[in-house]
C-alpha cells in the first residue's frame, strides 16, 4: 500500500485508534472519509478537521450498504477500507449477562469487519491499486482472562484476513493486518489513563512508518505487540499469558 494519494474510508473512526489514523493518513497526502453512528460528532470532526464524513452503523447491514453507496457516489476514486469498527467488554462467562454482551461484540466486531468487506470488496477489485486492512489485537493471540469474546472476535479477524488474502492474491487488493497492543483509548473506560499502554501516538506514529516502509506488509506490528503475537510461535506462550493476566 502507498502511503499517500489514496481515498480511504474509515469506519468506526470517531475517536481512538480510528480518528488518530485518519487524522495521520490525511497529514500523509491521502483523502480520508470517516464514518460513525454519531451525526452531530461526525459534523464537528468535519469541521475541525476538513474530513469527509458519511453516518454508518456497521451493526445494521442496511445501514452499511446506504454508507457504501453514499461514499462511492461522492469519492468513486476510494481505494482504501480500514474495517475499524470494534468493542470491548468485560466479560465473566458465568454471569447471567455474560451472553447479551458477547452477542454485542460479535455483532460489532465480527460481523461489522465482514458487513463492510462484502459491501467494498467488489469496487476495491476495480482500483489499479486497493487495500483492505483489517484490525485485530495482540490478545488474538495471548488471552487477557476477563475479555473472552473480545479476544475470540479478533482471533476470527486475523484468520479471516488470513483466509481473504488468499483469495484476493491475484487481484489488486491487498490485506493488511493491523495488529494493536493495548493503547492509551477509551476502548475500555479508563484505557486512555493507564501507564502502561502505549501511548495513541505513539502507535499511530509507529503504524504509519510501518505502512510507509513495508508496502508489501500482511502485517502491521509495532514492536510493542510482539510479546503477545508471538508467545505461541516463540514457545513462551504460558509465561506470558501469566505475565497479561499477572494482578
Given at each position: ?117 462484502s459491501a ?56 493488511i493486518e ?43 506490528l509495532v ?25
Amino acid at each position: 500500500m502507498n502511503i499517500s494519494g489514496n481515498t480511504i474510508f474509515v469506519p468506526g473512526a470517531t475517536s481512538g485508534i480510528g480518528l488518530a489514523l485518519a487524522l495521520r493518513l490525511q497529514a500523509e497526502g491521502n483523502t480520508v472519509v470517516i464514518g460513525g453512528r454519531r451525526t452531530e460528532l461526525l459534523a464537528e470532526l468535519a469541521d475541525k478537521h476538513g474530513l469527509a464524513t458519511v453516518t454508518v452503523d456497521t451493526t445494521d447491514p442496511a445501514s452499511v450498504l446506504a454508507a457504501r453507496d453514499e461514499v462511492l457516489r461522492r469519492h468513486p476514486d476510494l481505494n482504501v477500507l480500514i474495517a475499524m469498527a470494534g468493542i470491548m467488554l468485560v466479560e465473566d462467562v458465568t454471569s447471567e449477562q455474560f451472553l447479551a454482551g458477547a452477542e454485542r461484540i460479535v455483532e460489532t466486531n465480527v460481523l461489522g469487519p465482514l458487513r463492510l468487506v462484502s459491501a467494498f470488496v467488489g469496487h476495491l477489485q476495480t482500483r489499479p491499486q486497493a487495500a483492505v486492512l483489517t484490525v485485530s489485537s495482540g490478545l488474538a493471540f495471548t488471552p487477557l482472562a476477563f475479555t473472552p469474546t473480545y479476544n475470540g472476535s479478533k482471533a476470527f479477524v486475523h484468520a479471516f484476513s488470513e483466509t481473504i488474502r488468499l483469495q484476493l492474491a491475484a487481484t489488486s487488493v491487498q490485506v493488511i493486518e493491523l495488529v494493536p497492543p493495548a493503547v492509551r483509548t477509551e476502548l475500555l473506560p479508563g484505557g486512555s489513563d493507564v501507564e502502561q499502554y502505549m501511548p495513541l501516538d505513539d502507535y499511530v506514529n509507529e503504524t504509519v512508518a510501518l505502512l510507509q516502509s513495508q508496502p508489501q506488509a500482511k502485517e502491521i506490528l509495532v514492536e510493542t505487540v510482539k510479546f503477545l503475537r508471538f508467545s505461541e510461535v516463540e514457545g513462551r506462550y504460558d509465561a506470558a499469558v501469566t505475565a497479561l493476566n499477572h494482578h
